[in-house]
């Protein structure tokens, strides 16, 4: 599941960030197809805010992809909408979902099999993530160092997160339900006392936030496919 009903607010311009051009086609477009190209994927489904006026085009039609309408306030009820959508549409409760970010379309097939191989024998799930690489400092209100945070133990969070949607549409709703909608669905399960799995990610990974970012993914996704820029 890939939601994409975010309005991508620290990225000005023309459009949402999922649906801006990278090589002549929407980032979007770039995330569903690394997704779609991991055979153990039943179904993608990009979860879009009601009356989106870009994602159709922005998608190439594909039997396994599913629009689907129900995109939230926040990402927690995009995903919750997603997830409903699925079990409407007959998945079981205790079926695997796979979330992703629409701006990380630098994934690849075999990062999303390295997280399916780790996840599938675990009972919780998992995300993943990096360990912090940098040193971490933590800010005064004045802007300024107020004291160093120990890197040990720190990971930085990534998509996918794999759960089971059962487990998982529990723990959103109870965070919805008293208005503390969280940021990832690793800090949801979390809520609910689970300790999901951490899977070492990659570093070009990285989700679409500012302009540098889009520069940065165009050249990565060139690279790729042997083309220039």
């Not at 607010?9 to 801006?20: E, H, T, V, W």
Request: hydrophobic share 45%; aromatic share 4%.
């Amino acid at each position: 599941m890939i939601p994409s009903a975010g309005s991508g607010s620290r990225l000005p311009g023309d459009a949402p960030k999922q649906y801006r051009r990278l090589l002549g086609e929407s980032v979007v477009q770039h995330t569903v197809r690394a997704i779609l190209q991991t055979p153990r994927i039943a179904s993608v489904s990009v979860v879009v805010q009601e009356g989106d006026v870009w994602a159709a085009d922005a998608l190439q039609p594909d039997p396994r992809l599913h629009l689907v309408p129900r995109g939230g306030a926040t990402r927690a009820h995009s995903v919750l909408g997603g997830l409903e959508a699925l079990l409407d549409a007959g998945a079981a409760h205790d079926d695997w979902a796979l979330v992703h970010d629409a701006a990380r379309c630098c994934i690849t097939p075999e990062l999303i099999d390295r997280l399916i191989d780790a996840c599938l024998p675990d009972d919780v799930g998992g995300l993943l993530a990096l360990p912090l690489p940098d040193t971490l400092k933590a800010a005064d209100p004045a802007g300024r160092v107020a004291h160093t945070e120990p890197r040990e133990g720190r990971w930085l969070a990534q998509t996918p997160q794999m759960f089971r949607i059962g487990a998982l549409r529990e723990a959103l709703r109870a965070a919805i339900i008293v208005n503390a909608p969280p940021t990832d669905e690793a800090g949801a399960m979390e809520r609910q006392g689970a300790y999901p799995l951490l899977v070492t990610g990659a570093s070009w990974n990285f989700k679409i936030t500012y302009s540098p970012d889009l520069e940065l993914a165009q050249a990565l996704l060139a690279a790729r496919a042997g083309v220039s820029t």
